[in-house]
């Protein structure tokens, strides 16, 4: 599971802002980076909603043959 969230969140990181997986999960979880504490703005928190919502509908529509 762990591996699996990583690599989604790596993927959206690059895909979606452009930057790290690192940078990503600094601002999720809120993270004090040179004395200051990072968080996604209201846009980036709606690019976030929305590539989760694309990824999960890319997902859904998956199937086996």
Excluded: M, P
């Excluded at 004395?35 to 990824?55: C, M, P, R, W």
């Amino acid at each position: 599971s762990d591996v699996c969230s990583s690599d989604l969140l790596r993927y959206i990181a690059e895909v979606y802002f452009g930057k790290s997986a690192a940078w990503l999960s600094q601002r999720l979880n809120g993270s004090e980076v040179r004395g200051h504490v990072y968080t996604l703005s209201t846009e980036q928190k709606d690019i976030f909603n929305q590539a989760v919502q694309e990824i999960g509908k890319r997902i859904s529509s998956l199937q086996l043959a």
